[in-house]
């Protein structure tokens, strides 16, 4: 398929999945559910973390910690209670249990004591000139971990390049919070970092297809794959890579290509 043909094919399953049809069943849909910023990120963060296996049970998991949290995570992060902490001793997603969420809930109150977006979570790892956002994401690893009580078992759920994980969910995270267009899916509420420097996130449903169009040779399905899949999208819109995420999702989880 000539370049330019395989470009307008690309360009039309974005427009085939990134529409408002799409956000009902994805796990997108927990942080639609906000209003305000800080419950936008927060939950788009605990429902990117969730996102691996059956798209229900994560939506159903991530629905279920937002009830818990009475349907403001921002407040409740801010000014919860023991009593409150109680309510969550016995939530459990998969690997994801209430050792890991007490932390990230400690973690999130002692960022947002002292910032009024969790984007600034990410951008403290990066340069000025950084063409991705590796810097971004090894960052956040760091920062993450930084408070002295943080327990060693909850390394496995947050991702970093450093590790050589694919980063697929966090990538998934920051492309929700980073790009917007007109179809209105994700939200593009983070201005320091550009879609220009998104890592198309990669799991091995994307990688599948994305061999079969030549845009991979990596045979390991890792950071670095994730790296080239990206520079290969951006032949064919250098500006906003990660739109592809759309297309290539579509085509291996929901078409079976």
């Given at each position: 398929?000539?370049?330019?043909?395989?470009?307008?094919?690309?360009?039309?399953?974005?427009?085939?999945?990134n529409?408002?049809?799409?956000?009902?069943?994805?796990?997108?849909?927990?942080?639609?559910?906000?209003?305000?910023?800080?419950?936008?990120?927060?939950?788009?963060?605990?429902?990117?973390?969730?996102?691996?296996?059956?798209r229900?049970?994560i939506?159903?998991?991530?629905?279920?910690?937002?009830?818990?949290?009475?349907?403001?995570?921002?407040?409740?992060?801010?000014?919860?209670?023991?009593?409150d902490?109680?309510?969550?001793?016995?939530?459990?997603?998969?690997?994801?249990?209430?050792t890991?969420?007490?932390?990230?809930?400690?973690?999130?109150?002692?960022?947002?004591?002292?910032?009024?977006?969790?984007?600034?979570?990410?951008?403290?790892?990066?340069?000025?000139?950084?063409?991705?956002?590796?810097?971004?994401?090894?960052?956040?690893?760091?920062?993450?971990?930084?408070l002295?009580?943080?327990?060693?078992?909850?390394?496995?759920?947050?991702?970093a390049?450093?590790k050589?994980?694919?980063?697929?969910?966090?990538?998934?995270?920051?492309?929700?919070?980073?790009?917007?267009?007109?179809?209105?899916?994700?939200?593009?509420?983070?201005?320091?970092?550009?879609?220009?420097?998104?890592?198309?996130?990669i799991?091995?449903?994307?990688?599948?297809?994305?061999?079969?169009?030549?845009?991979?040779?990596?045979?390991?399905?890792?950071?670095?794959?994730?790296?080239?899949?990206?520079a290969?999208?951006?032949?064919?819109?250098?500006?906003?890579?990660?739109?592809?995420?759309?297309?290539?999702?579509?085509?291996?989880?929901?078409?079976?290509?």
């Open positions: 398929m000539e370049q330019r043909d395989f470009k307008t094919f690309l360009d039309r399953k974005v427009a085939e999945y529409t408002p049809a799409f956000i009902l069943s994805d796990p997108i849909s927990i942080p639609h559910r906000f209003s305000t910023q800080q419950d936008i990120e927060i939950s788009g963060l605990f429902a990117a973390l969730f996102a691996w296996g059956n229900t049970i939506i159903n998991k991530a629905t279920q910690l937002m009830q818990l949290m009475d349907n403001a995570p921002y407040e409740f992060i801010q000014q919860h209670s023991d009593d902490l109680r309510k969550l001793l016995h939530f459990k997603h998969r690997t994801f249990n209430t890991d969420l007490l932390y990230f809930i400690e973690f999130l109150r002692h960022h947002y004591e002292q910032h009024d977006s969790l984007e600034t979570a990410f951008t403290r790892g990066m340069q000025p000139g950084d063409e991705n956002i590796e810097g971004a994401l090894n960052g956040f690893y760091s920062y993450f971990f930084s002295p009580d943080a327990p060693s078992r909850t390394a496995k759920h947050v991702a390049p450093f050589g994980s694919t980063c697929k969910r966090l990538n998934m995270y920051l492309r929700w919070m980073v790009r917007k267009d007109k179809q209105g899916v994700d939200f593009g509420i983070w201005k320091k970092i550009k879609p220009a420097q998104l890592i198309c996130p799991d091995v449903h994307v990688a599948r297809v994305a061999k079969r169009f030549q845009l991979l040779d990596r045979k390991q399905v890792d950071w670095l794959s994730g790296i080239e899949l990206t290969n999208l951006k032949r064919y819109d250098a500006n906003d890579p990660a739109k592809y995420d759309f297309a290539l999702f579509g085509l291996g989880v929901v078409e079976k290509f």
